[in-house]
């Protein structure tokens, strides 16, 4: 089964950067889409960002120009850099494989960010 391992997260002041990483055991990596969600307390979870197989990007309204996803297939790794951070991007973020507009594999445990002052 793969597994998800997301890291990077922490507590940033606003206007600050992160950088978050997606670690997969997953032998299909290169040849899958790959996304990141996030979950704020109390709301639903959301894919932010997202990369197809071949380098196409996509972005929530919420994040373009802010946030920046990227993919190492030789560290089956995916990242976002997170700039410009706001108070509203507080939440848990997870990465997974996108597979007909919709998360694939079971969850990892994601990684937290807190944007606050």
């Known amino acids: 089964q793969v597994q998800l391992g997301e890291s990077g997260g922490g507590l940033v002041q606003p206007g600050g950067s992160l950088r978050l990483s997606c670690a997969a055991s997953?032998?299909?990596?290169?040849?899958?889409?790959w996304g990141w969600y996030r979950q704020a307390p109390g709301k639903q979870r959301d894919q932010v960002a997202g990369i197809s197989s071949s380098g196409k990007t996509n972005y929530a309204d919420s994040v373009k120009g802010r946030f920046t996803i990227s993919r190492d297939n030789a560290k089956n790794t995916v990242y976002l850099q997170m700039n410009s951070l706001k108070p509203e991007d507080t939440a848990v973020y997870f990465c997974n494989v996108v597979r007909g507009g919709f998360p694939a594999l079971p969850w990892g445990q994601g990684t937290q960010v807190i944007v606050s002052s």
């Open positions: 997953d032998r299909f990596f290169s040849i899958n889409d």
